[in-house]
């Protein structure tokens, strides 16, 4: 083996659980060395299930049954001192939840018409500035953001235009949010529809394809001026776009890499690097990249307007750990390298990834 083979970050499996319903995500306690797990049990409800990790074994210190199937969950836009979990389940119901009291939600909407697919929050944590939001894609096709301080209305609401059919939308991002006044909201539709939200002028500011489902969007930062925007796919592709330089209609430059044949379920960056992220895909597999920028970040075109320029990626490691789809991911935000996955048999699996600083 060589020596560069040696410094080479390790995906190490630590602890398993299975699990005896269908996980959806998963997702760290901000600060303590808890889990959730969210999914549908067998005869059709919601459980939320948490465990902590105790050396090599995960303790389960509370499970709680609900009426729907909990399909996703963030931290995003809640103080360090509350930790509330917010939710979006297949009823198209938003519930924010405190975990120390968690029979009845702490903020509830009925935010869409069918099942919410993605959520992301922003405002929280103790991370960036500006107000504590939420928001929710469905598959009804809407996007809407929500402010946890007021009731019943969403603060953003963006929907198909009249005579657009309705995409089903199925993961969302905030970004920008490096000030009191910007914010931006990244969508993904199934068929690879990506639009970018600005809602500091509530318009859209840019849209693409990329031609095949979009299953993951993630910046790689949500408080500092976008930098990049990471989307995968249906058909095993990844593209990471360079937010920096908006072309007039170019748009942003990006590099794109196809991983496998199946699905990346999932992007999420280091939070302690954010030029490192890792992708999990429909063959039980995990991928860690690298993102390597170019000599200079954008130039002139023949007209004089700036245009960016795409860096490359590197494949650090990788490793399959399931048969089955891994369909969420989490890093902790507090120590670097330890992460969480779910995957469709039924298990939750943490690991530990080594060397991340020496890459």
């Known amino acids: 083996m060589s020596s560069a083979g040696l410094e080479r970050p390790q995906l190490v499996a630590h602890v398993q659980q299975a699990l005896s319903y269908t996980l959806f995500d998963c997702k760290w306690v901000p600060r303590s060395a808890r889990l959730l797990c969210l999914g549908s049990a067998a005869r059709g409800t919601g459980l939320l299930q948490l465990y902590e990790l105790r050396g090599g074994r995960l303790v389960l210190l509370r499970e709680i049954e609900k009426a729907k199937p909990l399909k996703c969950g963030t931290f995003g836009a809640t103080s360090l001192q509350q930790r509330y979990l917010a939710t ?27 099942i919410i697919n993605s959520i992301d929050g922003v405002g929280g944590l103790g991370i960036g500035e500006g107000a504590p939001e939420i928001v929710t894609g469905s598959r009804d096709g809407t996007v809407k953001v929500w402010d946890p301080r007021q009731k019943d ?33 990244c969508a993904g539709y199934d068929n690879g529809d990506i639009k970018l939200f600005d809602l500091k002028t509530m318009s859209l500011r840019w849209e693409t394809n990329i031609k095949n489902g979009v299953c993951s969007l993630e910046f790689d930062r949500k408080d500092v001026n976008m930098n990049k925007l ?13 937010m920096r330089t908006q072309h007039p209609t170019k748009g942003f430059a990006s590099v794109s890499e196809k991983v496998q044949k199946s699905t990346i379920w999932q992007v999420r960056h280091l939070p302690q690097n954010r030029d490192i992220f890792m992708t999990s895909g429909g063959a039980g597999s995990l ?44 890093w902790s935000p507090d120590k670097k390298g330890l992460c969480v996955c779910g995957a469709f048999d039924q298990t939750v699996r943490v690991l530990i990834v080594t060397k991340l600083n020496k890459v």
């Not at 979006?88 to 509830?108: H, K, M, Q, T």
């Not at 991928?287 to 990626?313: I, N, T």
């Not at 990788?318 to 789809?325: A, I, M, R």
């Open 153 to 185: 209305t969403p603060v953003a609401n963006m929907e198909p235009v009249q005579g657009e059919s309705k995409r089903d939308c199925w993961t969302v991002a905030f970004g920008n949010a490096y000030n009191q006044e910007e914010r931006v909201v």
């Open 287 to 330: 991928h860690l990249w690298k993102y390597e920028y170019p000599a200079q970040r954008s130039k002139k075109d023949s007209e004089g307007a700036e245009m960016g320029v795409a860096g490359s990626v590197s494949l650090l490691q990788n490793v399959t750990l399931s048969t089955q789809p891994i369909s969420s991911l989490d």
């Open 88 to 114: 979006g389940d297949f009823g198209g119901n938003l519930n924010i939840w405190n975990l120390e009291a968690p029979e009845i939600p702490v903020y509830s909407v009925k935010g869409h018409k069918e």
């Open 230 to 242: 990471v989307a995968t796919s249906l058909e095993g592709k990844f593209h990471v776009f360079d």
